[in-house]
Structures are given as C-alpha cells and as structure tokens.
C-alpha cells in the first residue's frame, strides 16, 4: 500500500546512479538489504550517528556516503537484471537489527519500538486500522452515525478510519473546501516545516514536490485524500456547528449549524471534535485599527489579488508565519517593516526550500522498503531523546538564557549559526532570543530570515505595533511609521479550545464553563460529563519536540476508533471518561508540564493561557503517547449499556445527518 517500489526498474546505469547520488544513503542501506537479503551492512562500519536535527543522511560523512552510494549501484544493477524479483520485508529479527543500527545502539530502545514499527509497516497491513466486527455495526443498525465537525487533516483522518470500516458518518465543515489550515492559510512563503514524507498520513504517502511541502501541494494532497477515498460524499460544506447538546435520554448528540446563512441540524450517537487549534486567526486589540485606510489582512485571510508592489508594508509579529512570509513579501514591496515583539529561535535547515529532484523521486517509486524507511529516518531526530532537549534542569542557573546544559549547547550552536549570517551592526541584539531555545516553536531556517532582513528595504523593530492610526502604525517604542499596509502575523486563539462552539454535555453542563480556567480532556481527548464525545488536537495535544501534528493525530483517531468500536461490539449506548481518570491524568500532565521549557518562567507565548498554564502543548514523547492512546482501556470510561436506556425527556432525534431546516 505505501511501498510504491512495485514499479519494475528499466532504468539505465547511469540514471540508477543519479539516482543514489540523490538519495538517503541509510534509507538507500535499508533497502539495500531488502534487495539483496544480505544483512551483512549491519555489521560494517559505516554507521549512522543519529543526529540532534533534521539530517536524512544520519550523520554519515561525505566519504562514507560516497562508499555505500557505490555499493548500492551494484545491488540495484544486480536486483535489476534479476527482473526485480519480490523483495518482502525482512523478518521482524532483521528488522529490529535495522532499527537498532539506524539508531545508532545496540538494542533498538523498547520504548520506541512500538511506534516505530506501525509508521514502518513494511509490510502495508495497516496497524491503525480498527478492524470493528462488521455484524456489530449491522447490528446498531442504520440508526447508528457519526458526527464530525471540521474536514481539516484530522478529520478526514477519523473519517478514513470510520469509511474504512463501514460505520456512518458524516462531515460538517464551515469552509467550501477540505484541507483546514491548508485550505485557509496561502500566504506567499506558507509551507510546512516538518518533512513532506512525515507530514502525510501513514496509510498514503503522497506525491510531493517539495522536502517541505509548499501550502499548495498540501492543500492537494488532502483535497486527494477525501476524493480518492470517498469521503467527499460525507461532507456538508459551508455548515458552521454552533451548537452541540447531549441528549441523556437517546444517548444522541444534538447539532446545530448554520448552512448557507440558514439555521439546520443533524443528530448522531458519537460525536467527534476535529475544529484545530490553529483555527480562529487572532487579532490584537490595538486602538485604531479600524481607522486604517489602507488594506489590513491576517496572514490566514491572505487576499490573493494583494500586490505589494510599490508598498511599504507593516508586518505584525515575527512567528512562525511572518518567518515565512516575510521573504516573499520582501522581493516585491518596496519596504516591508516588521514589527517583533519577541525574536524568535531557528534551526538550520539548508534544505527547508528545495524541491524533491526526479532521481530521488526515482527512488521512492523504484527501490523496495525505500519510502518507508526514509518516513521513519525524518522523524527519527524528533522520536529519540526529544524529552531532553525541553526538559527544565532545577539545578541550573545561567540567568535564564537557557534550561539545562543540553538546552545551553543547543542555545550556544544556534546563536553561532545567526552570528555566522549577520553583517549589519546591531542586528545580531535584536534577534538573538533573550529565553532558552525549544520554548517557543522552532522555525526551519536555510538562512532566508536573516538574509531577508538584512535587505535595504526591510527593517526589523524590535517591539510590537502599539497604535494603528489612518496612515501607520506607532510601534512600542514610540517610533510612527507611515505604511500602506498591514499584515497580522499574530497567531490564532490557539488556547481557546473548541471556540466559538456552545457544547452542553450531560446534566445541561457548558463546556466553555468548564474550561473557563483550564482547558481539560483526559489524553487531550475525552472530558467526563461529555459522553460519546471525542476531540481530536484537543488541549495539551500540540507537539514542539516530538513527531508532528498527523503522527499524533493519527494515535488520537485509534484512540477514537477503539472507543466507537467497544461502543459497538459491546452494544453500550454511551462511554464517558471517568472523572477520577481525568484527574489523575490532569495531575500527571500538569506536573510533567512544570518541568518543559515552555513553563520555564523566561518563556512566553501562544502555548499559555492568560493563566500562565501551558494548555496547547503534550509534554511527553510520542511513544508515551502512543502507550497511552493506542487502546481505549475500558476501566477509564464510565459504560451505559444500549438495552438499559430509559426513554423518558425530549423526543429522540431519529435518523442520521440529513440537514434539518429548522427556520
Ligand atoms: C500555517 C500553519 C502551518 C503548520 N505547519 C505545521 C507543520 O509543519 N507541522 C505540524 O506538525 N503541524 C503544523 N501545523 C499545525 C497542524 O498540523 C495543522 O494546524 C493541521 O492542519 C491541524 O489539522 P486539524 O484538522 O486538526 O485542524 P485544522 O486544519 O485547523 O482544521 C479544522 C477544520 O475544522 C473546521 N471548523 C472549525 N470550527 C468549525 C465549526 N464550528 N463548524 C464547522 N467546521 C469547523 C475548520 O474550517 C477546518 O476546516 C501548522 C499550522 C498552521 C496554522
């Protein structure tokens, strides 16, 4: 399924060797072995030294590479000329033998093993998928549906997982189109900075163009997904949920929304969150933005027909998407000003903007085992020891700069990686993070952000924009800079969870109440007093060390998968996370928390709340998480079996999704 090697290779000696030359050598080593069977490889001493950062080829120097590139010349040519003949994964020996040697260790670590092997799949079986016993789903009978609201990545996942088994749903989407914040965000320069071939789902690989996918082809990539998958049929467009009840007699939510500017409902028995984190663009309240005559956008509101040209341009904030946009906007403006609160941390990246070339696309289509393995070698560098890097040393003091003497090495490379890219007096000041490294998101940098800001016609001030008056902006400090437009690049509501959304659970309580102080939800997933109800990238779920947003996703559908499975195979009406679950959880996760840098009294930003608390990222490794998600444990949920319902209250709400007009 994801092994696109099938394809037999016709290919020359010479575009095999181009091949190679463009290829991850230790990815290009594992399926060496597969080609051949021959593990010898393992034992030679040409070894992988799992870096700290991003770096497919693990470490092995240029001379090194070269050695294993022309040994893979030979075997490709000899697998060739043999016909191609099947190469199956090796056995699960071999391949922890494989993990272990790409780890650099002796044993490949147990507690990542888990994980490892259901991203590697070489053998396409699909580990995620529920498998839900068919005569259980008949035996719910047609009555029986699921109500997802968003059609960004996580919710076509959960509607992947749902199609694939044959259990009803439907999708309730406010947008015209899939995607999420791939169908929102087109700001020039917009990408994502993990690597394409991690940032897909596990059960399709996708066709990328580009190491880092650019917004447009990640845009394509989900749009394929709810085609080729069937599971654009599901999908109610423009259909903004407003409102969800639970209704304790019929064991069904209740959903209100609105459809082409009219009021309408469905009703299903489990209902599913998948509304983002990154969904609800923020603007500050600064004093007289409306007064501002020239044209204003959010970076996630990007006007396409804007033209910078002959502009001067207000950039507000220097995050994650200013970081991107920035260069772009500087080739064509005549003057971009950006205006940076806090500076932030970047990691060098020499390979952030490139495209894939054709030889090494060759290798993903041609060389057994190769795209697998190469998935796992990307997100190798964020699996293994990736707690260490975030975690707060109570014993160490150097004044704040950093939080441990792991986090100070990182923090001493990265600031001699921006000394070794500045030129212009004073600018190294301004950009150098004055809190430790890993406490904010780290950007992928191949050296566009410094070089941009070091153009004639871009200046960078170093504190946030205080006024907007009809011409310009007035910054912090005082300074008034007369501009002919504003671009916010300042983030989303990312501590708001489920927001704008009225959700009453059981016993008519709010959830805006109950996270009024502290966004709560056992695995970031389930909240007691909220039967049947699931949130995917739900509070304390994002990622800033480990993995990535889809990896998590993924291990958060399983968990939603294995509860609307018990729900079925055991005929229960409804399943509740136990409030003595969520407490111990909420105690757990706290105290982890206290100890991540994003807690580190220096930091600040979008992972707190107005409380200080960290809300928006998981504190653990994602092998943690997986433990921890990839089975539902019934002892954690409260069970109401489907034949003790007493029908009392309201009238049941029969029937699946169809919108109901109710005005
Ligand atoms: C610019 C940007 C770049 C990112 N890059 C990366 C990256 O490189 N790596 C990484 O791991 N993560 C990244 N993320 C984070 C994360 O991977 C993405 O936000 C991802 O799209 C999350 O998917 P999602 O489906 O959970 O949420 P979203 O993509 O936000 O989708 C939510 C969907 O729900 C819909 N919705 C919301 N409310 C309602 C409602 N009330 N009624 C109906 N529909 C509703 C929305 O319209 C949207 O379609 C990035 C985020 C942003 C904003």
Known sequence: MFDRSVERIEATDEEIEAAVEAASVPALMMSMIQMSGETGLLEGAIRPRPPEMLDVQLGLTPEEQAVMRKEALQVIR????????????????????????????????????????????????????????????????????????????????????????????????????????????????????????????????????????????VRDYFARIAREYGLLDHIVFGAEVERATFDEASGRWHVEYRHEGRAASASGNVLVSAVGQLNRPKIPEIPGRESFRGPQMHTACWDPGFDGRDRHVAVAGSGASAFQLVPELARSASRVTVFQRSPQWMLPNPDYHDAIPEAHEWCFHHLPGYARWYRVITIWGQLDKAEARVEIDPTWDDGGLSASAVNRALRDQLVGYMESQIQEPGLLEKVVPDYPPMGTRMLQDNGSWLATLQRPNVELVPTAIERVTETGVVAEDGQEIAVDAIVWATGFHADRFLWPLEVEGRDGALLSRAWSDLPRAYLGISIPGFPNLFCLYGPNTNVAHTANVILISELQASHVLSGIKRILEHDLATIECREETAREYESRLSEALERRVWSHPKVHGFYRNASGRVVVNMPWSAADYWQWTRELDPADYLETPREVETPVGPPRTRGGPEARRTD
């Open 78 to 217: 000899a697998y060739r000329d043999a016909g191609c003949p099947p190469a199956p994964p090796p056995s699960s020996e071999t391949i922890d033998r494989m993990l272990a040697f790409l780890a650099g260790e002796p044993r490949f670590p147990e507690a990542l093993r888990g994980l490892v092997l259901e991203e590697l799949d070489l053998e396409g079986s699909d580990p995620r998928r529920a498998r839900i016993d068919p005569e259980a789903i008949r035996r719910a009978g047609s009555d029986f549906h699921v109500i997802l609201i968003g059609a960004g990545m996580s919710g076509l996942l959960v509607a992947f997982r749902l199609k694939q088994e044959g259990v009803p749903f439907t999708i309730l989407e406010k947008n015209p189109g899939v995607g999420g914040t791939w169908f929102e965000n087109r700001y020039p320069g917009c990408r994502v900075d993990i690597a394409s071939h991690a940032y897909s789902f596990s059960f399709d690989p996708g066709e990328w163009q580009h190491l880092f996918g650019v917004h447009g082809e």
